[in-house]
């Protein structure tokens, strides 16, 4: 009993530090970004039925020596270790000496969002990938990739520090409508999707709408993501000298996304090979975070982004 209470004494006696706590935010960003990245390969393969049940591959737990089942098998391994991720950033937010309230409830509700993907996929694979379902599960994981930038800033800010705000409170504002547009262009994205055919499809698959129409309106929103991106961007650059470590990170968000819009008339013109598709998905997930970290550090900027002036 003594060794017992010892072992408990010695449980609540311990603390992650911030470092740590960090650390362990952003394996849990990497995991979410890898998930993607192999959920649209599954959908991309045509190997969404390869385990025709779930949460068993077929008779076995595991799958047989088949191509899709593998893939799709994979699949769910890594999103069980994401989960593992998300429940150990949740944990370790608990033992960390005075963070924030809110920040162990945003970890608890990355936590709990990666769960809600286990039946949300069952569902999926029940409904034989239902385009809705798929689109759910797709725009659920692109949620938690955000929520995971917003945790692993605060993490940043908690371990070295915020700075007062280095930019007027406009464009803070416009930072945090450039983040709405970025994600009305995911949904549109994810109908597109839903509503086209990709590689995967098959002609027994359902679909939503008229993939045209669809198309258009994503063209059209992306257009109204690129003005507002614009107009941001600009103004870091009118105000560069307050700012300048802000404008080279929205630097890079623009690289990322002529990358983006550059696969996207690829795939769009050439038949829409599933390599293309892939990096289409990757690129514009890696384009989300950076949008969400870039509108979070404009309305709250990290002290490592601030300088003294010369």
Known sequence: ??????????????????????????????????VIGTGAVVRLTGSGLG?????????????????????????????????????????????????????????????????????LGGLTVIFELHPLLVMSHFLLAMAMLALAVVVLVEARGFESGWARPLVPRELRLAGFVLAGAAALLVISGAFATAAGPHAGDSSEIDRLGEPVSSVYVHAGLTAVFGSSFLLV?????????????????ALGVLGLLLVQIGIGELQYHTGLPWLLVLAHVWSGAAVWAGVVALAMLIAKPLASLSHPRT
């Open 1 to 34: 009993m003594h060794v017992e209470s010892t072992r408990m004494a010695r449980f609540r006696a311990f603390e992650v530090t911030p470092e740590r706590f960090r650390k362990v935010a952003t394996a849990a960003l990497l995991a979410i970004l890898v």
């Open 51 to 119: 385990c025709e049940n779930w949460p068993r591959c077929g008779d076995t737990p595991f799958p047989e020596k088949d191509g899709h089942a593998a893939i799709e098998f994979g699949n769910r391994v890594i999103g069980a270790i994401t989960i593992g991720f998300t429940l150990a950033l949740w944990l370790a937010a608990r033992r960390v000496p005075a963070l924030p309230a809110r920040v162990r409830r945003l970890t608890l509700a990355l936590f709990a969002g990666n769960v809600a993907q286990i039946p």
């Open 233 to 249: 961007l600009g103004y870091l650059a009118a105000r560069r000298a307050d700012a300048p470590r802000l404008l080279v990170l």
